[in-house]
């Protein structure tokens, strides 16, 4: 099995201060018809509320179980979907229904890699055909040279384009299922990177592949990255995966992000309840490991009639009335433990000492604050602030 790149890579694409992609309480609803003469009936909660930004030449990793909105997001990001609320900006320029002329220039510099590559492929055209279509529509053969040209410079792009994925020149007359997945797979990517993009939409580009060929294409992402400078949205539900080509991570549970911070944040004091049992369930590479794993009771509420107050209240062992009935915001959560925590010591209530004992108190807590107020004192750092949405962590919301 091929090895991973090393995550250095990743860092060393140039990184800008302003963000290239800006998603600002992004909202997607969908309604539900029913009846004989199809009235509305309710509303899908897809997406609730959902901000972040990515930097030039950074990938931001997101994670969460099926079902919550991870794709969806992905999709409105891309204007495949209408937003029901919220905007999408491109090195600040509002993108949000984008039509016409707008939407075609948005598209030249923002492109997506589908799940799903046999899907995401006309089967009735063949390789060359697929890749060539780009060419023709937006009238370039790439961000430098202006024009289509004619059939032979197109196809002397897309011989170029094939072997950058590991595709030879074969491949051009063949049709989509002659190809296995990974395959298939580098086709998709190759129409992806086909124009230069700026920004890459990646929907969970390795989860139908074997693990053998996932390396493979992993390695290709972040060569691919590293040359052109990309910046990129990496969903999938496989944390392992995820940490090991993601600058951040975003958690998302239930249409909303109940955590966000660096990689290595994540991955080494993850900090919501839902974060900690995602982490607990990643297979570790070591027989003597004794890490205990987190069982989340019950199932995931319905989107269509989602729980008030914090979404993940009904699963959550360390649940308090607050949480019940008031949503908590995605915060930065330094400094904060360290006065909650002494105070919890001094606590006589009893759903208190639950959620004295949820933080193994206070040492974990310090060390958390520890390594975050390392963070804060680099102004000049690059670094995400590690944000959780938990009532456990915002002592301004928690009553004493």
Do not use: W
């Not at 075609?104 to 492109?111: A, E, H, I, P, T």
């Not at 290595?264 to 490991?289: E, N, Q, R």
Request: charged share 25%; glycine share 8%; proline share 4%.
């Amino acid at each position: 099995m091929e090895t991973l790149v090393q995550d250095d890579m990743k860092g060393e694409s140039a990184i800008e201060d302003i963000p290239i992609l800006q998603v600002m309480h992004l909202i997607k609803h969908f309604p539900v018809h029913g009846g004989i003469f199809l009235r509305k009936q309710g509303v899908v909660h897809a997406v609730d509320d959902v901000s972040f930004d990515v930097r030039k030449g950074q990938t931001l990793g997101l994670v969460g179980e099926s079902g919550c909105g991870k794709t969806t997001l992905g999709r409105c990001i891309m204007g495949l979907y209408p937003l029901s609320g919220g905007s999408v900006k491109l090195h600040g320029q509002n993108i949000t229904g984008a039509t016409g002329k707008k939407l075609k220039s948005f598209r030249l510099r923002m492109q997506m890699i589908f799940q799903d590559p046999f899907e995401s492929l006309n089967s009735r055209h063949t390789v060359g055909e697929i890749l060539e279509e780009k060419y023709i529509i937006h009238n370039r053969l790439s961000n430098d040279i202006r024009g289509s040209g004619n059939s032979s410079s197109r196809r002397r792009e897309i011989v170029k384009l094939l072997d950058r994925v590991g595709l030879s020149e074969q491949a051009i007359t063949r049709f989509p299922h002659e190809f296995s997945g990974g395959q298939r797979q580098r086709i998709g990517i190759a129409r992806a990177i086909s124009l230069e993009p700026e920004v890459l939409i990646c929907d969970e580009p390795v989860s139908a592949l074997d693990v053998s060929v996932q390396s493979q294409i992993l390695n290709l992402m972040l060569t691919l990255q590293k040359d052109m400078g990309l910046t990129s949205v990496f969903i999938s539900h496989d944390l392992a995966v995820v940490r090991h080509v993601s600058d951040h991570i975003a958690v998302m549970y239930l249409g909303k992000i109940v955590e966000m911070a660096d990689a290595g944040k994540i991955y080494d004091h993850p900090m919501h309840p839902y974060t900690k049992a995602l982490l607990s369930a990643v297979p570790v590479a070591d027989p003597k490991s004794t890490r205990e794993r987190i069982i989340l009771k019950g199932e995931v509420p319905s989107p269509l009639n989602p729980p008030e107050g914090c979404r993940f209240h009904t699963r959550c062992e360390y649940v308090m009335d607050i949480c019940k009935h008031q949503e908590p915001r995605l915060e930065p959560s330094e400094a904060v433990i360290l006065k909650y925590s002494s105070e919890l010591l001094n606590s006589d209530n009893e759903s208190l000492n639950v959620v004295k004992d949820s933080l193994d108190a206070v040492k974990d807590s310090l060390d958390i604050v520890k390594e975050s107020l390392k963070y804060t004192g680099n102004s000049n750092s690059n670094s995400t602030h590690h944000l959780v949405a938990c009532h456990l962590y915002h002592e301004k919301e928690v009553k004493r």
